[in-house]
């Protein structure tokens, strides 16, 4: 079978190799691959700058946002043969640590877990792949290939999920008004996910034609370029990771107001800050910030239901170029207009 592989740390060391079929040992379940979105995290691995082969391998096949249909499975599994399905990117840690012993692996205190196309296992870039049953998500078959999106959308269904927790703090913590920077797949999923939960929504991004500021609109978004005036939102979903944007949501936030930061910044630049300031507006307007990073099952699940229930002729927007195997390169480019961009198994 054909796999997408790289060897980490070994800039542009991508190529699309003939592999054996995935072992027994990576799960009970065999999917056929139909799609496989590109992320940054998968740049940045063929970039040379992350991620992890498995040990005693020197490639490592990349990819963790799947989508495939089910092939084999034992009986009374949870999935049958057929079912349209993705599967969960993290595992916990041998240990485990108590976050991964109570399932919440995203929140893993040793660092000692294993992620799918990222940290010492392969991933679901290939034409076969196995899972474990309990790390499958059956998708809506109505979804069809925009299931592809189920990956991104779970990460910010976790955000949304904390933000819920974090503010029930206080009874009378009543948030109205969200604000989300970053018009990308995982900003526009998170304005996605803020409006089925009712929020007056803002989208923030740099984005002045082409498809972002009309996606947003269509969900019922104010869209902001440049400037975020006298805007003071109850809650932030940060995807960018500019530092420049983080720094200013942090000034524009209500009092009792929450900041979640999804976006990874690169890092290697400094800012100026008034850091007492910013302390001082903080702790006398309570209000918090937090960083999130991956789901676990909950949270795939919560967004499997958020995308069955949204619009599919909006979902279908959000993916912007479908490329075949044949020309399986230009997945890996990023272009102007790009939104969410999908290497296409279906015909393999």
């Given at each position: 079978?054909?796999?997408?592989?790289?060897?980490?740390?070994?800039?542009?060391?991508?190529?699309?190799?003939?592999?054996?079929?995935?072992?027994?040992?990576d799960g009970a379940v065999v999917v056929r691959a139909l799609a496989l979105g590109i992320c940054g995290t998968d740049r940045e691995i063929i970039a040379g700058r992350y991620g992890?082969?498995?040990?005693?391998?020197?490639?490592?096949?990349?990819?963790?946002?799947?989508?495939?249909?089910?092939?084999?499975?034992?009986?009374?599994?949870?999935?049958?043969?057929?079912?349209?399905?993705?599967?969960?990117?993290?595992?916990?840690?041998?240990?485990?640590?108590?976050?991964?012993?109570?399932?919440?692996?995203?929140?893993?205190?040793?660092?000692?877990?294993?992620?799918?196309?990222?940290?010492?296992?392969?991933?679901?870039?290939?034409?076969?792949?196995?899972?474990?049953?309990?790390?499958?998500?059956?998708?809506?078959?109505?979804?069809?290939?925009?299931?592809?999106?189920?990956?991104?959308?779970?990460?910010?269904?976790?955000?949304?999920?904390?933000?819920?927790?974090?503010?029930?703090?206080?009874?009378?913590?009543?948030?109205?008004?969200?604000?989300?920077?970053?018009?990308?797949?995982?900003?526009?999923?998170?304005?996605?996910?803020?409006?089925?939960?009712?929020?007056?929504?803002?989208?923030?991004?740099?984005?002045?034609?082409?498809?972002?500021?009309?996606?947003?609109?269509?969900?019922?978004?104010?869209?902001?370029?440049?400037?975020?005036?006298?805007?003071?939102?109850?809650?932030?979903?940060?995807?960018?990771?500019?530092?420049?944007?983080?720094?200013?949501?942090?000034?524009?936030?209500?009092?009792?107001?929450?900041?979640?930061?999804?976006?990874?910044?690169?890092?290697?630049?400094?800012?100026?800050?008034?850091?007492?300031?910013?302390?001082?507006?903080?702790?006398?307007?309570?209000?918090?910030?937090?960083?999130?990073?991956?789901?676990?099952?909950?949270?795939?699940?919560?967004?499997?239901?958020?995308?069955?229930?949204?619009?599919?002729?909006?979902?279908?927007?959000?993916?912007?170029?479908?490329?075949?195997?044949?020309?399986?390169?230009?997945?890996?480019?990023?272009?102007?207009?790009?939104?969410?961009?999908?290497?296409?198994?279906?015909?393999?």
């Open positions: 079978m054909r796999a997408f592989t790289v060897i980490p740390g070994h800039p542009n060391s991508i190529s699309l190799d003939d592999v054996p079929p995935p072992p027994a040992n992890w082969a498995p040990p005693g391998q020197a490639r490592l096949i990349i990819g963790h946002e799947s989508l495939g249909r089910v092939e084999e499975a034992p009986a009374g599994c949870g999935v049958n043969p057929g079912d349209l399905v993705a599967g969960i990117v993290r595992r916990p840690d041998p240990v485990p640590c108590p976050a991964c012993a109570a399932g919440e692996w995203d929140m893993c205190r040793n660092g000692l877990y294993t992620e799918r196309g990222i940290k010492q296992r392969n991933g679901y870039g290939s034409e076969h792949f196995r899972v474990e049953p309990d790390f499958l998500i059956a998708v809506d078959p109505a979804l069809e290939t925009l299931g592809v999106l189920l990956e991104p959308t779970s990460v910010v269904a976790k955000a949304w999920d904390h933000v819920g927790r974090i503010g029930g703090r206080s009874a009378a913590w009543k948030p109205r008004v969200a604000l989300i920077t970053g018009a990308g797949p995982v900003g526009l999923l998170a304005a996605l996910l803020g409006s089925q939960l009712g929020y007056e929504l803002h989208v923030f991004d740099r984005a002045t034609d082409g498809p972002k500021p009309d996606l947003a609109r269509a969900l019922g978004a104010t869209y902001h370029i440049g400037d975020l005036g006298t805007l003071k939102p109850d809650v932030v979903i940060e995807c960018t990771g500019a530092g420049t944007v983080v720094l200013d949501v942090l000034r524009h936030t209500a009092p009792d107001g929450i900041v979640c930061l999804t976006g990874v910044s690169s890092g290697g630049r400094t800012i100026k800050l008034d850091i007492g300031g910013l302390n001082r507006e903080m702790v006398l307007e309570n209000h918090v910030v937090f960083g999130s990073v991956n789901a676990n099952r909950r949270h795939y699940r919560a967004a499997a239901e958020a995308l069955a229930k949204a619009d599919k002729s909006w979902l279908s927007r959000l993916i912007t170029r479908r490329v075949p195997l044949a020309r399986w390169r230009e997945a890996f480019e990023q272009r102007p207009g790009d939104i969410k961009v999908v290497a296409d198994f279906s015909g393999a």
